[in-house]
Protein backbone atom coordinates (compact mmCIF):
# COMPACT_ATOMS: atom_id res chain seq x y z
CA UNK A 1 0.00 0.00 0.00
CA UNK A 2 2.89 2.66 1.02
CA UNK A 3 4.39 1.40 -2.02
CA UNK A 4 1.95 2.49 -4.29
CA UNK A 5 0.81 5.82 -2.37
CA UNK A 6 4.85 6.59 -2.67
CA UNK A 7 4.73 5.88 -6.24
CA UNK A 8 1.39 7.90 -6.98
CA UNK A 9 2.11 10.84 -5.02
CA UNK A 10 5.69 11.14 -6.91
CA UNK A 11 3.70 10.73 -10.62
CA UNK A 12 1.42 13.64 -9.23
CA UNK A 13 4.20 16.03 -7.99
CA UNK A 14 6.04 15.14 -11.32
CA UNK A 15 2.75 16.43 -13.65
CA UNK A 16 2.65 19.35 -11.66
CA UNK A 17 5.93 20.30 -12.22
CA UNK A 18 6.11 19.50 -15.79
CA UNK A 19 3.17 21.53 -16.16
CA UNK A 20 4.67 24.21 -14.43
CA UNK A 21 7.82 24.13 -16.32
CA UNK A 22 7.23 23.27 -19.57
CA UNK A 23 3.87 24.77 -20.57
CA UNK A 24 2.68 28.58 -20.90
CA UNK A 25 1.35 29.97 -17.46
CA UNK A 26 -1.80 30.49 -17.72
CA UNK A 27 -4.05 31.28 -15.00
CA UNK A 28 -5.66 28.01 -15.20
CA UNK A 29 -2.32 26.17 -15.21
CA UNK A 30 -1.46 27.68 -12.08
CA UNK A 31 -4.63 27.31 -10.71
CA UNK A 32 -4.40 23.24 -11.77
CA UNK A 33 -0.90 23.61 -10.40
CA UNK A 34 -2.05 24.89 -6.84
CA UNK A 35 -5.05 23.57 -6.31
CA UNK A 36 -4.68 19.93 -7.83
CA UNK A 37 -1.36 19.71 -7.78
CA UNK A 38 0.07 21.07 -3.98
CA UNK A 39 -3.40 21.66 -2.49
CA UNK A 40 -4.03 17.56 -3.48
CA UNK A 41 -0.64 16.80 -1.99
CA UNK A 42 -1.13 18.35 1.39
CA UNK A 43 -4.50 16.67 1.60
CA UNK A 44 -3.01 13.24 1.03
CA UNK A 45 0.03 14.41 3.74
CA UNK A 46 -2.74 15.78 6.58
CA UNK A 47 -5.50 12.53 5.84
CA UNK A 48 -2.15 10.35 6.38
CA UNK A 49 -0.69 11.86 8.88
CA UNK A 50 -3.88 12.08 10.91
CA UNK A 51 -4.33 8.31 10.42
CA UNK A 52 -0.72 7.41 11.57
CA UNK A 53 -0.70 9.48 14.56
CA UNK A 54 -4.33 8.23 16.09
CA UNK A 55 -2.33 4.52 15.09
CA UNK A 56 -5.24 3.50 12.25
CA UNK A 57 -2.90 2.46 10.11
CA UNK A 58 0.40 1.35 10.94
CA UNK A 59 0.81 1.77 14.74
CA UNK A 60 4.60 1.28 15.14
CA UNK A 61 5.36 4.39 12.69
CA UNK A 62 4.69 6.56 15.65
CA UNK A 63 7.72 5.19 18.09
CA UNK A 64 7.80 3.61 21.10
CA UNK A 65 4.82 2.79 23.13
CA UNK A 66 3.17 5.15 20.54
CA UNK A 67 4.57 8.47 21.80
CA UNK A 68 5.64 10.53 18.28
CA UNK A 69 7.45 12.96 19.11
CA UNK A 70 8.93 15.98 16.60
CA UNK A 71 11.37 17.55 18.79
CA UNK A 72 14.30 14.83 19.16
CA UNK A 73 15.93 13.29 17.01
CA UNK A 74 15.07 9.91 18.21
CA UNK A 75 11.48 10.71 17.82
CA UNK A 76 12.00 11.70 14.18
CA UNK A 77 14.28 8.78 13.31
CA UNK A 78 11.43 6.49 14.78
CA UNK A 79 8.53 7.87 12.03
CA UNK A 80 11.16 7.56 9.45
CA UNK A 81 11.70 4.27 10.07
CA UNK A 82 8.57 2.75 8.80
CA UNK A 83 7.21 2.65 5.04
CA UNK A 84 4.23 4.77 5.95
CA UNK A 85 6.69 7.69 7.76
CA UNK A 86 8.67 7.90 4.51
CA UNK A 87 5.88 8.44 2.43
CA UNK A 88 4.32 10.72 4.55
CA UNK A 89 7.52 12.61 4.90
CA UNK A 90 7.80 12.51 1.10
CA UNK A 91 4.86 13.82 0.19
CA UNK A 92 5.27 16.73 2.49
CA UNK A 93 8.81 17.39 0.69
CA UNK A 94 6.80 16.83 -2.50
CA UNK A 95 3.83 19.82 -1.34
CA UNK A 96 6.63 22.30 -0.15
CA UNK A 97 9.09 21.67 -2.84
CA UNK A 98 5.90 22.54 -5.18
CA UNK A 99 4.39 25.41 -3.83
CA UNK A 100 8.13 27.20 -3.62
CA UNK A 101 8.69 26.41 -7.38
CA UNK A 102 5.36 27.58 -8.50
CA UNK A 103 6.20 30.98 -6.19
CA UNK A 104 9.60 31.12 -7.81
CA UNK A 105 7.64 30.75 -11.65
CA UNK A 106 5.35 33.59 -10.71
CA UNK A 107 7.77 35.83 -8.95
CA UNK A 108 9.95 35.43 -11.95
CA UNK A 109 7.54 35.98 -14.20
CA UNK A 110 6.31 39.14 -12.89
CA UNK A 111 9.96 40.25 -12.81
CA UNK A 112 10.27 39.66 -16.21
CA UNK A 113 13.30 37.01 -15.61
CA UNK A 114 13.57 34.68 -18.65
CA UNK A 115 11.80 31.25 -18.22
CA UNK A 116 15.33 29.94 -19.47
CA UNK A 117 16.92 31.42 -16.60
CA UNK A 118 14.00 29.90 -14.34
CA UNK A 119 14.20 26.79 -15.50
CA UNK A 120 17.39 25.27 -14.14
CA UNK A 121 16.69 26.86 -10.84
CA UNK A 122 12.92 25.07 -10.98
CA UNK A 123 14.53 22.09 -11.59
CA UNK A 124 16.97 22.76 -8.68
CA UNK A 125 14.07 23.38 -5.80
CA UNK A 126 12.51 19.82 -7.86
CA UNK A 127 15.25 17.84 -6.45
CA UNK A 128 16.96 20.20 -3.04
CA UNK A 129 14.40 22.62 -2.35
CA UNK A 130 16.00 24.89 -0.04
CA UNK A 131 19.04 25.15 -2.29
CA UNK A 132 16.93 26.22 -5.58
CA UNK A 133 14.77 28.44 -2.81
CA UNK A 134 18.36 30.37 -2.13
CA UNK A 135 19.61 30.46 -5.72
CA UNK A 136 16.20 32.01 -6.40
CA UNK A 137 16.86 34.70 -3.77
CA UNK A 138 20.16 35.28 -4.84
CA UNK A 139 18.52 35.74 -8.67
CA UNK A 140 15.60 37.64 -7.49
CA UNK A 141 17.87 40.28 -5.22
CA UNK A 142 20.53 41.11 -8.36
CA UNK A 143 17.44 41.64 -10.39
CA UNK A 144 15.65 43.86 -8.34
CA UNK A 145 18.84 45.52 -7.73
CA UNK A 146 19.44 46.04 -11.13
CA UNK A 147 15.79 47.30 -11.62
CA UNK A 148 16.02 50.05 -8.79
CA UNK A 149 19.16 51.38 -10.85
CA UNK A 150 17.58 51.70 -13.85
CA UNK A 151 14.20 53.36 -12.30
CA UNK A 152 16.87 56.29 -10.38
Known amino acids: MW ?11 MAAWAVLILLPRTPLAQSAIFYAGIGLLCLAYAALLGLILTGSVDPGATGEGGATS ?5 GVRAIFQSDSGVTIGWIHYLAFDLFVGLWIAKDGDQKGISRLVQAPILLLSL ?16 SARKGARIRR
Open 70 to 74: FTTIE
Open 127 to 142: VAGPAGLLVWMIVREK
Open 3 to 13: DSLFGLANIWA
